[in-house]
């Protein structure tokens, strides 16, 4: 045994040296590992960055996929105020009075004859009547250029026959959508994983392709179902009727514009001033003479139509089209973004959108990015990529165009940093772990033997528990069979199985509580309560549960008590002192021809005395000390015959000593022994 202690010695202290040796040559792949987590850490921000702008993008888009066609309107009449017997006015499209609505700008309508419809219809007829402030008359000049834009730029792009077109734009975007699909955020990450663990184990630096990724995001296009509006007939014609006289005031109008303020709305037509943005709802003014005769209108138009006809309206998913950059290349995207869906009415189709909001998006990737950036990290948005960035994320919207993230550091020299504590930290483990080791080589040497034989002993104890688990649970499943498959025909043979099975419960809960107990004791969390009480009650007791035990197994128990008065004990530690003791009595003495097992208490000075007493073979003297230990039993395991796990004795002795006590052996002639428990009168300190 020694000699292969001497060999473990030295295998430890050579591969102390080889590891010390291992560790000094492995700081500089620890290094390259350390800037590989930091690069891991910017990915995933990119990520995060990633899914707070889908998530954003896709709930904006919800609410535009649910917005009703009338809001492109500027009049919108309910079911409930179609005829003129309710006095009261069309409501106005909420889309009124502004341009910017979140990510869309400039929401409008194009109608099949090629005309253009804004909720902001009626700012052009109030114009030309003077109704106007500057705020309003601003709003409007930005109106009248956007809707320029969509008649030189997006409907020449559409063609004359715009609806096909639609058509052939929506198959292109779920094409594009399931290239894009082939290669997810997740197949990034993976496969910038994989090429820093083939550079660090290639000892190389890492490659300026693992500091660039790439990060989709496909709302914008993502293909989503139709969606169907009911409305009567009446209803239709009645929105018909209110807005038809202002979609012609809005073909109509023709005003006279500064050249200077021409130019400057043109050089920006996409984003009103901030003062111009919240502009008060304006209610159409027109005559008496007026409002009747549009009631008078609709009314003849409903007279016509079947009043309880009802409609179904499909509206389409929306579709990016690009048109031509008018940013000089300064947009994000290649070019326009406008966002179309297709509006059925009948055999009436009609293209309603809005121009996607450029500068409200990099807003939005802004703030997403402030609120996911981590310390030590800074970040800018461009079209390109930065030298100095620690990582490139290409927020790429799937082939409308991109934008870039630039990640860097504040602190250039906090890889080195890291490193530097790195190496501090390598010299001071292995300065601990010498010592250690030379600490541990040295104990080795007094722990060895004891190690192997505390080993062996649970070794013993695994092996006595399994088997003590495996008997009763055995003998219970078969009665319990033998019950349930009504084989016991005799009421005696009943009652005894019924016994056996409780006697078998009860020697597995003897056997669970022991262990339990063991167990509380060794981690310091056993409780004891004491309390003033008749000990000779709590011994009775005991007797009286474990006597039809002792009576299967042929002993009888006789109890002999003494007179011992109130004294401070706990009660549970008491009763398994004497459960224990009695049930090691039957184990041990189960040869003996003197089968009688005699339970003594009396009063010795300060103490109270237990004792039990069987016929049995006794226990050896140089044993007695021995089988108070812990897993410790009498014979090899392999060949023993008595049951039990080994912390019966254990426990008597840890219950004992709680009490201030202690438990000594007593050989008799010509053959026994007496377990002698002596517990303190006074009363302990509790625990």
Not at 555 to 564: A, N, P, R
Request: proline letters at 3%; hydrophobic letters at 35%.
């Amino acid at each position: 045994m020694y000699k292969r202690l001497i060999i473990l010695s030295f295998i430890i202290i050579a591969a102390l040296c080889g590891l010390s040796w291992l560790g000094y040559r492995a700081i500089d792949m620890w290094s390259r590992g350390i800037e590989g987590a930091r690069i891991g850490e910017f990915a995933e921000v990119a990520e995060q960055i990633r899914q707070d702008v889908i998530s954003k993008i896709d709930v904006f888009m919800e609410q535009e996929l649910n917005r009703p066609y009338t809001d492109y309107q500027y009049y919108s009449v309910p079911e409930n105020i179609s005829n003129r017997q309710q006095q009261m006015r069309p409501e106005v499209s909420p889309l009124a009075g502004q341009l910017e609505h979140g990510l869309a700008f400039y929401h409008f309508q194009i109608n099949p004859d090629g005309s253009i419809t804004t909720p902001n219809a009626l700012l052009s007829q109030q114009q030309q009547t003077g109704f106007l402030d500057t705020k309003q008359a601003e709003l409007n000049n930005l109106i009248y250029a956007n809707s320029l834009n969509v008649k030189d730029n997006l409907l020449p792009a559409l063609g004359a026959d715009m609806f096909d077109t639609y058509e052939l734009n929506y198959d292109k975007n779920k094409q594009t959508l399931q290239e894009s699909n082939q290669e997810t955020s997740t197949d990034s990450e993976k496969k910038l994983k994989e090429e820093l663990a083939e550079n660090s184990s290639k000892g190389v630096k890492l490659q300026s392709a693992a500091r660039k990724q790439n990060f989709p995001i496909e709302s914008l296009r993502n293909v989503n179902e139709a969606q169907v509006e009911v409305r009567s007939r009446r209803n239709i014609a009645s929105n018909l009727v209110q807005n038809e006289d202002i979609t012609q005031w809005q073909q109509q109008a023709d005003f006279s514009y500064d050249s200077d303020q021409i130019q400057q709305i043109e050089q920006q037509p996409v984003y009103p001033q901030s003062d111009a943005r919240q502009v008060t709802d304006m209610q159409f003014q027109s005559s008496e003479t007026e409002q009747n005769r549009r009631l008078d209108t609709s009314q003849q138009v409903f007279s016509e139509a079947n009043q309880d006809d009802v409609v179904e309206i499909p509206i389409d998913p929306f579709v990016p089209v690009v048109v031509s950059d008018t940013n000089n290349g300064q947009s994000i995207f290649k070019g326009q973004v406008f966002m179309l869906r297709r509006v059925k009415i009948e055999d009436k189709q009609l293209l309603q959108g809005f121009q996607l909001n450029e500068k409200k998006l990099l807003e939005e990737v802004e703030e997403s990015t402030n609120r996911f950036i981590r310390e030590g990290m800074s970040f800018e948005l461009t079209q390109t990529q930065n030298e100095k960035s620690a990582y490139t994320a290409i927020l790429d919207f799937v082939g409308l165009g991109h934008i870039i993230l630039n990640l860097m550091e504040i602190d250039p020299t906090y890889v080195v940093t890291q490193i530097s504590e790195l190496r501090i930290w390598y010299f001071s483990i292995i300065g601990i772990v010498t010592l250690a080791v030379t600490l541990a080589v040295g104990s080795l040497w007094l722990n060895a033997r004891a190690q192997i034989i505390l080993a062996q002993k649970k070794d013993d104890f695994v092996s006595a528990v399994s088997h003590e688990l495996r008997t009763p649970l055995t003998s219970i499943r078969m009665h319990a069979e033998m019950l349930e498959k009504d084989w016991i025909k005799s009421k005696d043979k009943l009652s005894e199985y019924y016994s056996n099975m409780r006697q078998e419960s009860e020697r597995l809960s003897r056997l669970i509580e022991n262990v339990l107990d063991f167990s509380r004791i060794q981690r310091g969390r056993k409780k004891f309560t004491f309390k003033l009480g008749d000990i000779n009650k709590c011994v009775t007791d005991v007797i009286e549960m474990m006597r039809p035990y002792a009576e299967q197994k042929g002993f009888t128990i006789k109890s002999e008590l003494g007179d011992c008065g109130q004294i401070s004990f706990d009660s549970d530690a008491v009763t398994q002192i004497v459960v224990n003791l009695l049930d090691n009595a039957v184990k041990y003495a189960r040869n003996a021809e003197d089968k009688t097992i005699i339970v003594r208490t009396q009063n010795d000075k300060n103490f109270t005395l237990i004792e039990i007493e069987d016929h049995g073979p006794g226990i050896p003297h140089r044993q007695q000390k021995k089988i108070f230990e812990q897993f410790y039993r009498i014979g090899a395991e392999a060949t023993r015959e008595t049951t039990g796990s080994g912390l019966g004795l254990a426990l008597v002795k840890k219950f004992a000593q709680a009490h201030n006590g202690s438990v000594e052996i007593i050989n008799v002639r010509p053959t026994g022994a007496v377990f002698r428990i002596a517990l303190a009168m006074q009363n302990p300190q509790t625990g």
